[in-house]
């Protein structure tokens, strides 16, 4: 069956690590009968340098005609001065709310052949395999009112940390599918104690907790959470939390695993549409340099024929071959240790769809 997916490079290395999944995207659909037909479009700075907006029409009715998106990277150093709602962040914010991606996953799997490259002790981290589930289209990133105005002659500001019942209940079926298919274990991460909104969060998950039975549910407070994903990360199967959380949470969580540059993510909304993009930024710093490590953007791709072109097999084979070019040696700079072969970013494009032939 024909997938239709929009490419949206983006900024910084989103071209050039985007170009090495599509590399793999090519050669499944000349190889093993992808077909995927691809949509290139526009989105942040990039986008709003040719169109004056970091998230043009073009690009939104692009992606209401596709299965799902492909992702770089968004953001750069030449774009900050601009106002709030034209800068190449508010184009991905955009896409998100539009699409109504409300559910984020974000595995952290340690690569055993980078157990090394773990800032923790190796039998800390050796093995990890945890799977943050992060509320993406609400919370305090989105509540109203906020702003910074002057109040007794002094600046002032403020955000609202909101959440409807219906928008909690909805991440919590999410997270509990996603546990069925794992260990069975989900951990909701709160802030109960002090906040009311989080005291509604945590009595629907355990309402939501009731339609799965086989799964058991747990619960933390989120600065407790932070320190047990450093001190014992492997209790974890899938945490469930909020946006503001799931985003502090889930980059602590990555550099368990040795690199940012190695994990992909996944927003889905509630018909199995998903935007599928590495977690790191766009690191303008080395962009244009073939440094830059596309493996999350091909592990994206792998995410991507998972949750929302039910290519389980084809996903595999990518993860497989992963795994295969890691046995060799093959490392980019950020994940290198004394003794490895280290590459550019087009190489390892280039050994990934080698390692697919195999």
């Given amino acids: 069956m024909m997938s239709k997916v929009l490419v949206l490079p983006g900024d910084g290395i989103g071209q050039e690590i985007v170009e090495q999944a599509l590399k793999v995207i090519n050669h499944l659909n000349a190889n093993n009968n992808l077909n995927m037909e691809l949509v290139h479009g526009l989105i942040g700075g990039t986008a709003y340098d040719e169109t004056g907006s970091p998230l043009p029409q073009a690009t939104l009715?692009?992606?209401?005609?596709?299965?799902?998106?492909l992702l770089g990277a968004v953001g750069g150093y030449q774009w900050e001065a601009l106002e709030r709602d034209l800068r190449p962040e508010r184009g991905l914010l955009?896409?998100?709310?539009?699409?109504?991606?409300?559910?984020?996953?974000?595995?952290?799997?340690?690569?055993?052949?980078?157990?090394?490259?773990?800032?923790?002790?190796?039998?800390?981290?050796s093995g990890l395999d945890l799977m943050i589930v992060r509320e993406l289209v609400s919370g305090i990133y989105f509540g109203q009112p906020r702003g910074i105005e002057?109040?007794?002659?002094?600046?002032?500001?403020?955000?609202?940390?909101?959440?409807?019942e219906s928008e909690i209940r909805r991440i919590g079926h999410s997270a509990f599918k996603i546990a069925q298919k794992r260990d069975k274990r989900v951990c909701s991460v709160d802030k109960a104690n002090v906040l009311e909104v989080c005291e509604l969060w945590r009595e629907v998950m355990i309402e939501v907790a009731k339609d799965y039975p086989d799964v058991e549910l747990s619960h933390m407070y989120v600065d407790n959470a932070a320190m047990q994903l450093?001190?014992?990360p492997k209790q974890f199967d899938v945490m469930v939390t909020s946006n503001l959380f799931g985003d502090v949470l889930s980059d602590c969580a990555a550099m368990l695993t040795g690199s940012i540059g190695m994990l992909p993510s996944a927003s889905l909304n509630k018909d199995g549409f998903g935007m599928y993009?590495?977690?790191?930024?766009?690191?303008p710093d080395i962009a244009g340099q073939d440094i830059a490590n596309p493996l999350a953007t091909i592990l994206s791709v792998s995410?991507?024929?998972?949750?929302?072109?039910?290519?389980?097999?084809?996903?595999?084979?990518?993860?497989?071959?992963?795994?295969?070019?890691?046995?060799?040696?093959?490392?980019?700079a950020d994940i290198a240790a004394e003794g490895d072969n280290v590459v550019g970013t087009s190489?390892?494009?280039?050994?990934?769809?080698e390692a697919l032939q195999g």
């Fill in 61 to 69: 009715d692009a992606a209401q005609q596709c299965d799902s998106i």
């Fill in 94 to 125: 955009g896409l998100r709310a539009e699409m109504d991606l409300f559910s984020n996953l974000r595995p952290a799997i340690l690569y055993p052949q980078l157990a090394s490259a773990s800032t923790l002790k190796e039998e800390i981290v």
């Fill in 150 to 164: 002057v109040r007794d002659g002094e600046r002032f500001g403020f955000n609202s940390a909101t959440y409807s």
């Fill in 230 to 232: 450093v001190r014992a």
């Fill in 277 to 283: 993009e590495p977690i790191h930024g766009s690191a």
């Fill in 303 to 332: 995410m991507m024929l998972r949750y929302s072109l039910d290519q389980v097999e084809l996903a595999d084979k990518i993860d497989g071959a992963v795994n295969t070019v890691l046995d060799q040696g093959y490392r980019t």
């Fill in 347 to 353: 190489k390892i494009g280039d050994l990934v769809v």
